[in-house]
Every structure is written in structure tokens, then in C-alpha cells.
């Protein structure tokens, strides 16, 4: 690279740097992997030109109005970590991502922009002994081990770039369930900064009877999950059209919880949160009815894993993560051209 392309290349960045909020770090690799486009970009003599000649290379496309979805599921999120993989790869960008309980994990790296990390963390570190087991539970009031996963691992082991992700100008939401309502609470970007994403991801993560709440503005909170589990409704009150990722196989449905008995006595005070967690079977359904029918009034982009694929969320094989993982990306590739057709 000739010394006046390298001195270009500096004055873009700090440009760039001034002008979006993109990651430049992120920018100027991206940038030198398009070199032969830059050489022909800096022939152009004015800062604007040189400017928006440049951007679409930097961060992809935006798809306007729209967003996505991802539902959660534990482990069964290793789908969706290969479905954000392509799109992180293919540098598509949406408006909004909302994200609840393992949905909202997986959305963090795909917000931050970091290629790789979804898979290091979610599909290689629970085989760690570290990550998860009933010795957690017992001894931290969690299955999964909530200061490794949300702490250990984002700010040593796979650093976090939180600069990133809030610098990204999607909006991001994760869903949570008050215990003292039955009812989900949307926390929005703003707040995900006030009270900090790794409260805000343990809150949606912690399922009933395998975590206890977690305390947000003098409240408790537990999983998205029991309380909407798919926020399709909300999303399209937002937007025109949806990407939603399940992590079921189409025609999937849930049946009536055998553990009535023990939810009944365990939150026998919090009588909102324990007909939440009796109708979640009957919600769920209804939900997914409507997926279905939105889907159909071409509203809803809608990618599920086959049958042949399922885990259980908290499955142990890493071959049976790696497996599901790389089929959520495979089927993303299949269908990324009908999606994008769809979206725009």
C-alpha cells in the first residue's frame, strides 16, 4: 500500500470514527480486506465522497424497519448461534434485536460484532466443568455457574467488546418476567447500560427452579420466557417485518407441565407468577399459532432447526452443540437470499 493510501486510509478512520458509531477497529480490517475497492475509493478527491463510497463496505447492509427475534431454550440456543454467525459473516444488520433469556446471550456477541465468540462460549465452555451442574445450584442458587458464564468468561477467558455493542446503533431489547406480576418486562438498551448486560442476561437467563431471581429497581426477576417467550407481538408493534429464529422444529408444541404440584407450593405468594408458569404451555401454543399465521400474511421471516437436530437445553455433548450449531448455520445460508428478498 503506497504511503498515500496508507495516509488515506487514517484520515477515513478518523473521520469515520467521529461521524458513526461502527467500531473502528472492526472498520479498518474490514477495509483492508476490501483493498482493490479502496484503491479505486481514494481516488476520489472530497471527504464525503471518500466517506459514503466507503460505509456500505464498513458495516454492511442495515435492513430498514425491521428486526429480529430469537427465542431462548438454554443450549438449544447453539441454532441460533449458527444462525447470527452467517449473518455476523454476511454483515447483515438489523434494526432492532430482541433477545429473551438464551436469545438475548446469543444477541449480545452478534450486537458486539465479534466473528467466532458465540461459538467459544455457548458451544465449547459448557463443556467445562465450570460452566454448569448441580453443584452450582446447590451451593450458588444456580445451575448454570452465573459469575463464570457472565463474568469470568465475558472479561477474561472470551473478552466481551461492550464498547461495540453499545456504539452499535440497533436497538437491542431482552425480555424478563417480574415474579411479583406474571408479566414481562421489556429492558431496553438504555436501561441494559444503567444496570449493566450482565445483570440484565443473568436476569433473563434464570429460569425457574434452576436459578433464583434476580433483583432489578428493588424487583424480582426471572427468565423472558415464562412471560413471553417468543416477542413477536411486541416486535411487530415496532416494525413493519420480522427475522424470528426458533429453537423448536416447526409443528412443535408444548404440552401441559408435570410439575403443577411444585409450582403451586413454590410460589404459592407470588399467585401472578404461578399462572404464569401453569398457562406457559397454552401461551407458548397461541404464540407460535400466531407465528404461523403472521408468517403466512408474509409478516414474519421464520427460520426453526429440523427435528433431527434437537437437544435439550442443558445438553452435555459438545458434538450435539457443534451439530445444531452448524446446521442453524447452514439453513441461515440456504435461506439468506429469500430472507433479504423478504425483509426489504
Known amino acids: 500500500m503506497s504511503d498515500v493510501a496508507i495516509q488515506s486510509f487514517y484520515f477515513f478512520e478518523e473521520i469515520v470514527s467521529k461521524a458513526t458509531s461502527t467500531n473502528v477497529t472492526r472498520m479498518k480490517c474490514t477495509l ?127 473478552p466481551f467488546d461492550e464498547k461495540s455493542f453499545y456504539n452499535n446503533p440497533a436497538e437491542v431489547e431482552i425480555v424478563i418476567s417480574s415474579l411479583s406480576t406474571g408479566k414481562s418486562l421489556i429492558l431496553s438498551k438504555k436501561k441494559i447500560e444503567e444496570i449493566g448486560l450482565d445483570k440484565a442476561l443473568i436476569a433473563t437467563s434464570s429460569i425457574p427452579f434452576l436459578s433464583k431471581p434476580i433483583a432489578i429497581d428493588g424487583q424480582l426477576y426471572y427468565d423472558g420466557g415464562v412471560s413471553d417467550s417468543i416477542p413477536v407481538k411486541y416486535a411487530l408493534s415496532k416494525h413493519e417485518k420480522a427475522l424470528v429464529v426458533l429453537t423448536r422444529p416447526r409443528g412443535y408444541r408444548k404440552g401441559e407441565t408435570s410439575s403443577k404440584m411444585l409450582i403451586q407450593w413454590a410460589f404459592r405468594k407470588h399467585p401472578a407468577f404461578r399462572d404464569a408458569m401453569l398457562c406457559r404451555n397454552d401461551e407458548y401454543n397461541k404464540t407460535l399459532d400466531y407465528c404461523e399465521q403472521m408468517e403466512h400474511e408474509g409478516k414474519l421471516f421464520i427460520i426453526a432447526p429440523s427435528a433431527e437436530f434437537q437437544i435439550g437445553r442443558l445438553e452435555k455433548r459438545l458434538e450435539k452443540r457443534a451439530a445444531l450449531y452448524h446446521h442453524g448455520y447452514d439453513l441461515m445460508g440456504k435461506e439468506f437470499e429469500n430472507m433479504k428478498a423478504f425483509l426489504q
Do not use: H
Open 32 to 158: 483492508l480486506s476490501f483493498y482493490p475497492d479502496f484503491v479505486e475509493i481514494l481516488k476520489n478527491k472530497t471527504t464525503n465522497s471518500l466517506y459514503f463510497c466507503c460505509l456500505p463496505l464498513l458495516i454492511g447492509n442495515t435492513m430498514n424497519n425491521t428486526c429480529i427475534v430469537l427465542e431462548g431454550g438454554g443450549l438449544r440456543g447453539a441454532f441460533t448461534c449458527g444462525v447470527l454467525e452467517f449473518l455476523l459473516e454476511n454483515k447483515l444488520n438489523f434494526d432492532r434485536v430482541i433477545g429473551v433469556s438464551a436469545g438475548a446471550c446469543n444477541a449480545a456477541s452478534y450486537v458486539s460484532g465479534q466473528i467466532g465468540r458465540n461459538w467459544k462460549v455457548n458451544i465449547e465452555f459448557p463443556s467445562d466443568k465450570r460452566f454448569m451442574g448441580l453443584k452450582y445450584l446447590i451451593t450458588k442458587g444456580s445451575y448454570f455457574n452465573m459469575p463464570f458464564v457472565f463474568k469470568e468468561i465475558p472479561m477474561m477467558l472470551v
